[in-house]
């Protein structure tokens, strides 16, 4: 009989992809678990049967080696680094980390030696997702290099002796081609090198249900249940849940009106609910509450906080009319990516404050009185509860919505400029895009997650000088690769059909107007998009920018993507976009329609 021994380790550096190394060994098959760099330095992770170090967000150059160098030199079995991990590694056993001139986002190629214990079995030419700005310059003694990009020349390395791997880039995210397979190659190494080998870890959805029906009705006890239904896939998947742990009448689901759902949403969420059964949904209008306190307010992460401050108070104030009792349980849909990014592990850096973890949130968490059944899952793993639940597959294969809705996604500005001469990275930016286009910095800032840590820097945008409209994705978005990893006050590029002189930075506040217009171009592009398969989200955003009648000018931001951990730029056809396009303008106030060519990372989904 196997023996089981201690699972693989994934110490969490505060990479952001930290936990998908580790869902990806469990989907596997085996055992992982995120350990912190503590347990490390402090030798818990001595019986582990491999350790993975993962990413972080800052450099290594930084880290005081001198409490983990002597654990990793000494552990036995096979440990894998990736990204910081890797130079982490470079450095403890000697190699050189140098700060790259080239920093690298997104895709890349890298050429691998395919008799390295990694790529056992791969192709040698192959496309992988980066997200670094440092790099290892020169192996240690008694490693040699096992694959290279065209600006990495250490893009993975391997020890002599076979037990040490390591890679610049993320092979645990969806869109590195054989990130599964290479994650395979090192499981397999660890069980070779596991006295008794290792006990499979049984992972399956139906497992995980009922983990969590079990962990709901521990948590609530004999208390009701208050829920925020927002009418996405989260809170509908924790709705079922808690109905199935606990029983209907003690799951009290409110719907607040924020103001900022999209057209006609507040009452299609009530009627979905009918149409699943459930009766005892409690509306609340508080867009009144919601517009006062947001005015005036620019700042993403200000909104964020005021958003996330009001879904506590209001609710409150609903739970009082519900009378309901003081003693109540708040359960929430927070998934595993939503924690990740609001910083919520050790070392993590904050992207963005989640609605669900703002601090009024927190001190409830802090409480004890807060439940979050699909906090260690992925969207697409909640989708497969919801399938397992029985709910309709149009609600579960709804496109993600944010919490705070549409006003993320109005870029405010209180002043009015000329766009020209604005920025002095504006001659390195003409450099960098080739003959055919032309480009400009905005003076507008979207959220970006570079190296695993925020930005929060200005959009390029780029327009073909002979203004053809026709696009061709593939070039447009190497030009915006190229445009991010080389200016450092960039982390987002768009393209425009037109030139940009026909554009300028005007006022733009969080008001019931803006937000109409918003909702009306929203639901008139997704209706427009429908048949575009592939299309995992496609906020719609809207800037700042005006052309010379006043009309408003608005992003679409189309992408692909498994997790939201990741999401590459999706290709709209360009006939279908010509047509969106076309449809968009039509609408009174609105002007230049850009398109977002930015993949995750350098740049989150959502603006702010
Ligand atoms: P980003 O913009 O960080 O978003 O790449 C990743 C995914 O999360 C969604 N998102 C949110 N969802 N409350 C939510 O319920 C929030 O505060 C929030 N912020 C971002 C976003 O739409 C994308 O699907």
Redesign the pocket.
């Known amino acids: 009989m196997r023996q089981a021994i201690a699972s693989i380790a994934v110490v969490d550096f505060g990479g952001q992809y930290t936990h998908l190394i580790c869902r990806g060994i469990r989907r596997a098959g085996y055992r992982a678990d995120v350990r912190s760099v503590g347990e490390l330095a402090a030798g818990a992770l001595a019986e582990c049967a491999g350790m993975v170090l993962s990413g972080g967000p800052d450099s290594v150059l930084a880290f005081d080696l001198s409490a983990i160098a002597g654990r990793i030199r000494g552990f036995p079995r096979p440990v894998l680094g990736i990204c910081y991990g890797h130079q982490l590694l470079a450095r403890i056993f000697g190699g050189l980390v140098v700060t790259a001139c080239a920093r690298e986002y997104g895709l890349t190629t890298i050429t691998a030696g395919t008799d390295a214990v990694l790529f056992r079995g791969l192709p040698p030419v192959q496309r992988v997702w980066m997200s670094h700005g440092d790099h290892v310059e020169t192996v240690p003694h008694g490693f040699t290099v096992t694959a290279s990009t065209d600006t990495v020349p250490v893009a993975a390395m391997e020890s002599a002796e076979g037990l040490i791997y390591s890679v610049q880039f993320h092979p645990e995210v969806v869109h590195t081609e054989h990130g599964a397979a290479m994650l395979g190659n090192f499981i397999r190494a660890c069980l070779d090198a596991a006295p008794a080998g290792m006990e499979e870890l049984s992972w399956s959805a139906d497992a995980v249900r009922d983990e969590i029906l079990g962990a709901i009705r521990t948590q609530a006890g004999e208390r009701p249940l208050l829920l925020l239904v927002?009418g996405?896939v989260?809170?509908l998947v924790c709705l079922g849940l808690c109905i199935e742990a606990v029983g209907s009448g003690r799951v009290h689901a409110v719907h607040i009106d924020t103001g900022f759902m999209r057209a006609n949403e507040s009452r299609e969420v009530a009627e979905h609910l009918v149409e699943l059964g459930y009766h005892n949904l409690h509306v609340v209008d508080a867009s009144d509450r919601y517009f006062s306190s947001l005015k005036g307010v620019i700042n993403p992460e200000e909104k964020?906080s005021i958003?996330?401050r009001l879904f506590v108070e209001v609710l409150r104030d609903a739970v009082e009319a519900l009378g309901v009792g003081p003693d109540w349980m708040l359960v929430q849909?927070?998934?595993y990516?939503?924690r990740i990014?609001?910083g919520g592990t050790e070392r993590a850096d904050r992207?963005?404050?989640?609605?669900?973890?703002v601090s009024q949130i927190q001190a409830l968490i802090d409480q004890g009185r807060v439940i979050e059944p699909l906090a260690d899952l992925y969207?697409h793993e909640v989708r497969h509860l919801g399938v397992l639940l029985g709910l309709p597959p149009h609600l579960v294969q709804r496109?993600?919505?944010?919490?705070?809705g549409l006003a993320?996604r109005v870029v405010c500005s209180d002043t009015a400029i000329p766009l020209s001469g604005f920025d002095r990275e504006q001659a390195s930016l003409s450099g960098l895009i080739g003959p055919d286009l032309d480009g400009l910095v905005l003076p507008v800032r979207s959220?970006g997650?570079q190296g695993d840590a925020r930005t929060y820097c200005h959009p390029a945008m780029v327009w073909y000088r002979d203004r053809r409209s026709r696009p061709d994705w593939q070039v447009l978005k190497a030009v915006a690769a190229r445009i991010v990893n080389a200016l450092s006050t960039v982390n987002r590029v768009v393209w425009s059909a037109r030139p940009a002189g026909h554009v300028s930075l005007g006022v733009c506040m969080l008001d019931r107007r803006r937000i109409d217009l918003l909702q009306e171009v929203d639901a008139a592009a997704r209706d427009a998009a429908a048949g575009e398969r592939g299309i995992?989200?496609m906020?719609v955003v809207a800037l700042p920018l005006f052309d010379h009648e006043g009309n408003q000018a608005f992003v679409l931001r189309p992408v692909s993507?498994r997790d939201?951990?990741t999401?590459d730029v999706f290709a709209m056809d360009p006939a279908v976009f010509e047509a969106l396009r076309a449809r968009l303008q039509a609408i009174e106030g609105v002007g230049p329609i850009l398109y977002d060519l930015t993949t995750?990372p350098p740049?989150?989904?959502?603006?702010?």
């Open positions: 927002s996405g989260d809170s964020r958003i996330g849909g927070t998934i990516p939503d990014e609001t992207i963005k404050t989640h609605h669900n973890r969207k496109q993600p919505f944010p919490g705070p993320v959220v997650v995992w989200q906020p993507s939201a951990m999401a995750k740049g989150t989904i959502e603006w702010e």
